[in-house]
């Protein structure tokens, strides 16, 4: 629970952590024999570090990856037995921070090689790190034609794990083989190093790239990893509004800032306790878009006007009398109306719905 009041809370969060944990387990299960990690950064994708870390533990997750220390600290007060892996690598002077609470880096340059491997020989023991070359997503990564000047300095530390990253493995794409064979280059130069490429997506492609250790993300929140195809996720997040008022709107009648949608016949429309400082994207009602829409009574209503900072509106004209009231709660996401959909209605991607979950909702914990 949260420290919000759900009685007096504009709008409710619920987490659902059996609904996490069952998609853990079936991620491990699809990779198995590959160890099944869990990406936790970024608030565990919004729905809360300490829980989500709480209830993988429990369900048998003993590898997390996080991006930045902050993150990294908190995983280690919640479990001191687990390998921790920082996806943003060795910040400059970071190695003794790293070393004292046993968080590995994900090493992505030869400067933070040179500088692990100087820090742990002077440590005395090879302290463990991952080295991640690029495979095709020109973010972060070792070039390969850099690998033969990476080799003579994993003498100086534990390199525990190779790694890259897919740049579009969740759609049927050539790049995704020309990766997978790229690394399987970069394997074969350190056969003997544990190996890891796929990410949620990564899990459901054909060739099975799983290597030694899968690191799904998104899908444990349960946000699709298959977007031409029906999720195989369960819903983890469900996200309800309380109705503060209802009225009647003339025809031809504008409604919020900008007057952009104008009452197309005699309306009846719903305001709800939430806006963009709690999460919503303004896009999602912009003109020309298929915007947004809320469960309310059953029926999908649809956001109209512009969302303001506290507010939004949608439009129960064709719900009965008395279906949509002061005091009610409509769903915004659920299983029905899921963060994919939202996302792309509001002209984004889930990710983004997820970890821009706010701090103003009634956090609701479920299934711990």
Request: glycine share 8%.
């Amino acid at each position: 629970m949260s420290s919000i009041d759900e009685a007096t809370a504009g709008a409710i969060l619920t987490i659902d952590l059996s609904a996490l944990a069952a998609n853990w387990r079936f991620l491990r299960d699809k990779a198995a024999p590959a160890e099944c990690s869990a990406v936790v950064k970024a608030d565990a994708y919004g729905i809360g570090l300490e829980p989500t870390v709480r209830a993988l533990t429990a369900a048998g997750c003993r590898t997390f990856f996080v991006a930045q220390v902050s993150e990294a600290l908190r995983v280690r007060a919640i479990n001191r037995d687990c390998v921790v892996y920082l996806l943003n690598g060795l910040t400059a002077g970071a190695s003794e921070a790293l070393a004292r609470e046993n968080i590995r880096p994900v090493l992505s340059s030869l400067s933070e090689i040179e500088e692990w491997a100087t820090f742990s020989s002077g440590r005395g023991r090879k302290l463990p790190a991952a080295v991640q070359f690029d495979t095709g997503i020109n973010r972060l990564g070792i070039p390969y034609d850099q690998l033969e000047r990476v080799r003579p300095l994993l003498d100086a530390f534990e390199p525990a794990l190779l790694m890259s990253h897919f740049a579009e493995s969740e759609v049927v794409s050539t790049r995704n083989a020309a990766q997978i064979a790229a690394f399987e280059k970069i394997r074969a130069a350190f056969p003997k190093i544990a190996a890891s490429l796929c990410n949620s997506s990564g899990i459901f492609l054909h060739e099975r790239p799983f290597h030694d250790l899968v690191r799904p993300g998104y899908a444990l929140y349960g946000g699709n990893p298959t977007p031409n195809a029906p999720n195989p996720m369960q819903s983890v997040v469900s996200l309800q509004a309380r109705v503060l008022q209802v009225r009647e709107m003339a025809a031809g009648e504008r409604v919020g800032y900008g007057g952009e949608w104008t009452a197309p016949r005699v309306s009846r429309l719903a305001t709800l306790s939430i806006g963009y400082a709690d999460g919503l994207p303004r896009s999602g009602t912009a003109i020309g878009r298929t915007g947004i829409e809320a469960i309310v009574a059953h029926r999908r209503c649809p956001f109209v006007g512009r969302l303001s900072m506290d507010l939004s509106i949608v439009d129960v004209t064709y719900l009965p009398d008395g279906a949509a009231q002061r005091g009610d709660y409509v769903e915004i996401l659920s299983s029905t109306i899921g963060i994919d959909e939202f996302g792309r209605k509001s002209g984004t991607i889930g990710y983004e719905i997820l970890t821009r979950l706010g701090q103003r909702y009634a956090r609701r914990y479920v299934g711990e």
